[in-house]
């Protein structure tokens, strides 16, 4: 069975600190697929990143960088210098090759303080 | 830019009633789902399409039906709305193609059954 778990349900920091946002999953196949994606307070998830289970390499994209380590079943995000827009949910989800259907974590709630 | 469109932000409907939420994308997906989000258990699947007059059941299809008449419209329906129905309902879109392809998400509408 596939799953996602997201253990931290709220995160707050200052503006400005560095934050990582934990996702652990679990599936038995060799080829998956990982995403984040970001729901702010409009509502609407806006997606940040896909990974294949192939590709191990970190991924930067300005303040936000991803580590995905396969040996520990983890996709990490962090957000380096955080900025109060930056408060929302973030979703961790996995999907199977060939498969329409993500599977979502619980989501972790963060609050970024000025 | 896609735009997926649900038909309310906010809905109050009573025990027993017939409940359409409507979702519409202007980017010609294919695939098309539905999902609600509740507190601590992240985003569930209910229903997803792939074709005109097609459809799947997700993971919790019980007391929901679709409707999918045209490409770019996703109805979502709760044949008698029980309390247990109170959530967010999220709508997402997407291309076909493979798993190379990311879910674009509606800003959701939160029903309230009383």
């Known amino acids: 069975a596939q799953k996602v778990t997201q253990a931290q349900t709220e995160i707050s920091v200052v503006e400005k600190e560095d934050v990582t946002l934990d996702c652990v999953y679990e599936?038995?196949?060799?080829?998956?697929?990982l995403f984040w994606y970001k729901q702010p307070p409009s509502g609407e998830l806006v997606f940040l990143i896909r990974?294949?289970?192939?590709?191990?390499q970190n991924e930067i994209s300005g303040r936000y960088s991803w580590n995905f380590q396969k040996s520990t079943s983890s996709f990490n995000f962090t957000i380096t210098a955080s900025q109060v827009v930056d408060s929302a949910v973030y979703f961790c989800?996995?999907?199977?090759?060939?498969?329409?259907?993500?599977?979502f974590g619980s989501g972790t709630r963060l609050l970024v303080r000025p | 830019d896609v735009k997926v469109t649900q038909s309310s932000r906010y809905l109050v409907k009573r025990t027993g009633e017939k409940v359409f939420l409507e979702c519409v994308q202007d980017?010609?997906?294919?695939?098309m789902f539905w999902y609600r989000q509740d507190p601590g258990l992240g985003l569930r699947l209910i229903y997803f399409?792939?074709?005109?007059?097609?459809?799947e059941k997700g993971d919790i299809p019980e007391g929901y039906s679709v409707s999918r008449e045209k490409k770019e419209r996703f109805s979502l329906i709760l044949e008698s709305a029980s309390t247990n129905q109170t959530s967010m309902y999220l709508c997402?879109?997407?291309?076909?193609?493979?798993?190379?392809?990311?879910?674009?998400f509606g800003p959701g509408t939160r029903l309230t059954v009383t």
């Open positions: 997402a879109s997407s291309f076909l193609s493979g798993v190379l392809y990311e879910q674009y």
């Open positions: 599936t038995r196949d060799t080829t998956y697929y």
């Open positions: 990974r294949n289970s192939f590709d191990e």
């Open positions: 989800a996995l999907t199977r090759d060939s498969s329409y259907k993500l599977i």
């Open positions: 980017m010609d997906h294919e695939n």
């Open positions: 399409s792939y074709d005109v007059k097609m459809k």
